[in-house]
Nanobody
Framework: QVQLVESGGGLVQPGGSLRLSCAAS????????MSWVRQAPGKGLEWVAD????????RYADSVKGRFTISRDNAKNTLYLQMDSLKPEDTGAYYC?????RGKGTLVTVSS
């Protein structure tokens, strides 16, 4: 069963940090580029970042460049998103995506 399960979301103050994880199962993780996307309340999906199968090539949306870092551990079948200098506009549901599927998401709230 192909599955992606996100974790690590929560409430954080502006300027704080969170690290999201996405556990993958049911497919050869290292064969697939993986992405993080997010959805702010009342808005559509926004691509955040992606990484190639080996982890050496990453891309970021301008809105998070310099603050977020995407990475992966293929030995653990896990995708990560390190989020630093968080802003209220980063609030939303965060999903990992790849291998034609998307997880159920983890909620990030940035508020004082």
């Amino acid at each position: 069963q192909v599955q992606l399960v996100e974790s690590g979301g929560g409430l954080v103050q502006p300027g704080g940090s969170l690290r999201l994880s996405c556990a993958a199962s049911g497919f050869i993780f290292s064969n697939y580029a993986m992405s993080w996307v997010r959805q702010a309340p009342g808005k559509g999906l926004e691509w955040v970042a992606d990484v190639n199968g080996r982890g050496g090539i990453t891309r970021y949306a301008d809105s998070v460049k310099g603050r977020f870092t995407i990475s992966r551990d293929n030995a653990k079948n896990t995708l990560y998103l390190q989020m630093d200098s968080l802003k209220p506009e980063d609030t939303g549901a965060y999903y990992c995506a790849g291998a034609t599927i998307r997880g159920k998401g983890t909620l990030v709230t940035v508020s004082s």
